[in-house]
Every structure is written in structure tokens, then in C-alpha cells.
């Protein structure tokens, strides 16, 4: 069945360094690929999206490019933010099944 | 405009009793979905709606379980007999339909609580 897995946390990082958080899927057919953002005492945004092959969905200097050779859609980040510290959930939809499937999430902490 | 609403934020029962929790989707949003988020854990998937009918509910764990959404807009979850194994965050999204383009707007969730 369809999966999505992703490095474990959490990630601590020093501000201003460069973040990546994998993301790797298994599905059949060809799903769109999500970055959904939890922020302490809030509850999931959706980050960024890429809904085909090789598009690049980017948000508040986050990127991610759909690999569809690697199966694979990481997170990156040139230069992170106290203010970036929270809990990211990589996802994807397959329409056959009708449900977005969630990693388990990383968290990230960054200290100034 | 207005995003997905959950009431109530949070839910303290005892074991056995019986439980609503509501979800006001994004007005014009046919697509609703139910999931159910643990300590640590992702968000898994309840139960999807398409209007007013339950076109997936694969994900209810036990027929303790149900969902209705009667007007295809409001929609509510509803646990029968609860148990402590129940605890968790409950959230509701909506999409304007259930293509896989399409994004889910997330309500901030109910924390369920069963002692």
C-alpha cells in the first residue's frame, strides 16, 4: 500500500544553518506530494505542495522537488529561523485512495 | 475568509460515556475529511465524505465509530462507549473537491480525553 517515510527527529540546528529533512514515499500510480507544518499549540498549514513529477512547490524560502526516479520529495532550507522551529509532516494524496497518508513527523529545533 | 472550525478545542470524558465532536468545513468545500492524530505520530485517516455521503470510511477503527455530515457542510464525529485507547487529537479537514491537486485545510483539532 501507499507509505511515506521520513528521518526521525528531532533535528536541532543552530540558526541560520542549512536544513534538510528526508522524505521518501511508496505509492502506486502518481500522488501529489505535500509539506504540512506543525507549530507549537497550532494546528497543521499546509507548507508547500508538488502535485507532478520534477515540480518544485516552494514557501517561505522552503523547497522541495518531486523526484519521481527516487521516490523521494526533501525538505530544504537555506538558512532556518528561531521561528522555524516545529513538527513537519511530509504527505501524499493518491486520488484512488481518496486520504492523505502522513509520515510520522520530524521535529525541528533551532537555536539562536 | 473563514478556515475549517472544530468545536469543541477540548473533551475530557470517562471511559464508556459517548462523545460528539463538530466540524464547520470552509464553506463551498464539498470534500471532508476526518483523521486522527496520537502523541508523536502523523495524522491517520477516518473517514472521507464527498457531500453528504461517506464515499471512504475504511479508516474508522470499530463500529464504535460513526460520522454523519446530513447537509453535505457540518459534520460530526460521533464515539459510542469510549475508551482510553480513544485519547488523541481528532481533526477535520476540507478540500474543495478530492482531487488529488486539491489541498486539505485543516481545523486546529479536538483533543480527546478519556479517563
Known amino acids: 500500500g501507499n507509505s511515506v517515510t521520513q528521518m526521525e527527529g528531532p533535528v536541532t540546528l543552530s540558526e541560520e544553518a542549512f536544513l534538510t529533512i528526508n522524505c521518501t514515499y511508496t505509492a502506486t500510480g502518481y500522488p501529489s506530494l505535500f509539506w504540512y507544518v506543525q507549530y507549537p499549540g497550532e494546528g497543521l498549514q499546509l507548507l508547500l505542495k508538488a502535485t507532478k513529477a520534477d515540480d518544485k512547490g516552494s514557501n517561505k524560502g522552503f523547497e522541495a522537488t518531486y523526484r519521481k526516479e527516487t521516490t523521494s520529495f526533501h525538505l530544504e532550507k537555506g538558512s532556518v529561523q528561531v521561528s522555524d522551529s516545529a513538527v513537519y509532516f511530509c504527505?501524499?494524496?493518491?486520488?484512488?485512495?481518496?486520504?492523505?497518508?502522513f509520515g510520522a513527523g520530524t521535529r525541528l529545533a533551532v537555536h539562536p | 475568509g473563514a478556515g475549517v472550525s472544530q468545536t469543541p478545542s477540548n473533551k475530557v470524558t470517562e471511559k464508556g460515556k459517548y462523545v460528539e465532536l463538530r466540524c464547520d468545513p470552509i464553506?463551498?468545500?464539498?470534500?471532508l475529511y476526518w483523521y486522527r492524530q496520537s502523541l508523536g505520530q502523523g495524522p491517520e485517516f477516518l473517514i472521507y465524505?464527498?457531500?453528504?455521503?461517506?464515499?471512504?470510511d475504511s479508516g474508522l477503527p470499530n463500529d464504535r465509530f460513526f460520522a454523519v455530515r446530513p447537509e453535505g457542510s457540518v459534520s460530526t464525529l460521533k464515539i459510542q462507549r469510549t475508551e482510553r485507547g480513544d485519547s488523541a487529537v481528532y481533526l477535520c479537514?476540507?478540500?474543495?473537491?478530492?482531487?488529488?491537486?486539491?489541498?486539505?485545510?485543516f481545523g486546529p483539532g479536538t483533543r480527546l480525553t478519556v479517563l
Open positions: 504527505a501524499l494524496f493518491s486520488g484512488g485512495y481518496n486520504k492523505l497518508i
Open positions: 479537514a476540507s478540500s474543495l473537491q478530492a482531487q488529488d491537486t486539491d489541498t486539505q485545510y
Open positions: 465524505f464527498q457531500g453528504t455521503g461517506a464515499a471512504d
Open positions: 464553506s463551498g468545500h464539498t470534500a
